[in-house]
């Protein structure tokens, strides 16, 4: 089980901008993950890097606002233009599943296997 800590979280108005942060104890080849929760709705695949290539993917409704990178055992979601509905509490998360399979599923959040215990990101308007 790979431990994850995630970092970075608050408040912030409309347009603005807020970088998460997330470390793993295991990092080598991994794909992490960052999703998001608002209440009562559905656990969403928000971004993705493949560690090995640093390869990524983000959701359609971050795309062009979000971006990811990694830093040694470390992760980053430099998250940019914040909207109203970007808030919602966000996982780090780990899985060692294909990178394309990944890609093809849109990051289901089945394929992983290790959280983080979240951290809230409120956006006002």
């Known amino acids: 089980q790979v431990q994850l800590v995630e970092s970075g979280g608050g408040s912030v108005q409309a347009g603005g901008s807020l970088r998460l942060s997330c470390a793993a104890s295991?990092?080598?080849?991994?794909?992490l993950g960052w999703f998001r929760q608002a209440p009562g709705q559905e656990r969403e695949g928000v971004a993705a890097?493949?560690?090995?290539?640093?390869n990524s993917y983000f959701a359609d409704s971050v795309k062009g606002r979000f971006t990811i990178s990694q830093d040694k055992n470390t992760i980053y979601l430099q998250m940019n233009s914040l909207k109203p509905e970007d808030t919602g509490m966000y996982y780090c998360?780990?899985?060692?599943?294909?990178?394309?399979?990944?890609?093809?599923?849109?990051?289901?959040?089945?394929?992983?296997?290790?959280w983080g215990q979240g951290t809230q990101v409120t956006v006002s308007s």
């Open positions: 998360a780990a899985t060692s599943t294909n990178w394309y399979t990944l890609l093809a599923s849109k990051m289901d959040a089945t394929h992983f296997s290790s």
């Open positions: 890097i493949y560690t090995g290539t640093s």
């Open positions: 295991e990092y080598t080849g991994r794909k």
